[in-house]
């Protein structure tokens, strides 16, 4: 009989073990923060979606929707997909509870997992978890320089370094189709220079070959027409505003002409936040975003200008890592309650009520039947008390209690110990 092997999480999925939750933890709590005080409320949507949502928002053409999706029909029909991303989501939701009554702009935050079909490798999972901002209902360029801020805070506020933002801007529908058909030329004339993928793309969409991460792509890449000479007057004069407002606020910019993410939702600001380390590039941008005017009305809502962003959470950890993060270690109990005996084990349980009751957090090896190894283990939790509590003393109601200092020891009733413990522990 050959013996399976064991089981192990599905492939690019992880556990999140308790050493790590304080990662996770520490996170969310400034993103709380700072949302809080930006005026997002926080929206979680169900972690599967028609798929039809995705392919219609982030676009038939993209990585995402062609590869990257896992997508399933259910035992009723429909067809349903892990959500690969959370703005479609968020644009949904926006659309289906009449948000656009509401008064504009109505901004969110989410925090969450993710899933997506990729090569896993480092800084690429098929679950990993997103936070994201979106601010819907308002087309002002303010907006976009607030999100960059947003999360530039943010990744300061978690020590993170050397932060640089990559921007660009890819137009809108009156300016972009003609940049589009400059592109096609310039790529149809090297065609032989693309990898198999972009010589797809150059039939669907020629903006996604600017994206793509194939050496042999690279050189027809670098010398492409750029999207800033062709944008009309309403995006160059936004761009420019987004731009202005980043030097206000002294955020740290480089204009990247080739930038055009890889979701096809965007109009007008694109841009990524990296750390300018050998960890920070070697994984990939840390947060992607930027406005997306034209979705809502892709998804059958009313028009709609919105701008946004997401952060990759595993990416943040694996750079958070390598650096002290001074968290506070946990305080462990006090106290340690040893039993000996049946008795004093059926009572023991009730005993430890008490203490919750009182929010006095107390050790115990209930499972033991060994005073050594109870007592090992009080020592290894530092405790100041030790409760002993055997067959002879649950007999009486009464129990000893042992300062772990000076070995001292005295006994009392049970009735007592916990009121005395709470003076003792003031
Ligand atoms: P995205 O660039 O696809 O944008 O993802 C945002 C971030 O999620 C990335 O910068 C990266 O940190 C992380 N990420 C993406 N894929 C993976 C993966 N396979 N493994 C680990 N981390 C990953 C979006 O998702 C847009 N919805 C962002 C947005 C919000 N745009 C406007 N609003």
Redesign the pocket.
């Known amino acids: 009989m050959t013996r399976r092997s064991k089981f192990q999480s599905p492939t ?1 999925m992880h556990d999140i073990l308790p050493r790590d939750q304080q990662y996770y933890d520490k996170i969310y709590s400034v993103i709380e923060e700072i949302a809080d005080f930006y005026g997002f409320s926080k929206i979680d949507t169900p972690i599967i979606e028609e798929a039809e949502l995705f392919e219609r928002g982030v676009g038939l053409s993209t990585d ?1 929707v062609q590869k ?1 999706m896992f997508s399933f029909k259910t035992k009723g029909g429909d067809y349903l997909t892990l959500r ?5 989501p ?1 644009a949904r939701a926006f659309i289906q509870y009449g948000m656009q009554n509401r008064p504009q702009p109505v901004k969110f935050w989410y925090f969450g997992p ?1 899933f ?1 079909h ?1 090569k896993p490798q480092a ?4 679950q ?1 978890y ?1 936070f ?3 601010t819907l209902g308002e087309q002002s360029s303010v907006v976009d320089a607030q ?1 960059i801020l947003i999360f530039f805070n943010i990744l300061k506020n978690l020590k993170f370094k050397d932060l640089i933002i990559g921007i660009n801007s890819i137009g809108d529908s009156s300016c972009r189709p003609y940049y589009k058909k400059v592109l096609a030329g310039y790529f149809r004339s090297r065609e032989s220079a693309l990898c198999a993928d972009c010589r797809k793309r150059l039939k669907q969409n020629p903006l996604r070959i600017l994206d793509c991460k194939e050496e042999k792509c690279q050189p027809a890449i670098s010398m492409a027409p750029q999207i800033l000479d062709h944008l009309c007057d309403e995006c160059h004069q936004h761009f420019k505003e987004v731009l202005e407002f980043l030097d206000e606020l002294e955020l740290p910019y480089q204009l990247n002409p080739y930038l055009v ?3 096809d ?2 109009t007008k600001t694109v841009f ?1 936040i990296f750390e300018n380390t050998e960890k920070g590039k070697s994984q ?7 406005r ?1 005017d034209n979705l809502i009305k892709v998804l059958r809502g009313n028009e709609t200008p ?11 950890i694996s750079i958070m890592r390598q650096r002290p993060m001074g968290f506070r270690r946990r305080s462990g109990p006090d106290v340690f309650l040893a039993q000996l005996g049946p008795l004093a084990k059926r009572k023991s349980l009730k005993l430890l009520e008490e203490f919750r009751e009182e929010k006095i957090q107390v050790g115990e090896l209930l499972g033991k039947d060994s005073l050594k190894a109870q007592l090992n283990r009080a020592n290894k939790m530092g405790v100041k008390y030790t409760l002993i509590f055997g067959q002879k003393e649950a007999l009486e109601e009464k129990i000893i209690i042992r300062d772990m200092a000076t070995g001292k020891q005295k006994i009392m009733p049970v009735k007592k110990i916990v009121k005395k413990l709470k003076k003792m522990l003031r």
Request: hydrophobic share 35%; net charge neutral; proline share 2%.
């Open positions: 690019g995402i990257q690969p991303e959370g703005t479609a968020v993710f997506r990729e800084g690429r999972y098929r990993f997103q994201g901002f979106e999100i993410r890889g979701l939702y965007y990524e990939g941008a840390l947060v992607g975003g930027g997306y919105a701008c946004g962003a997401a952060a990759g959470i595993e990416r943040m």
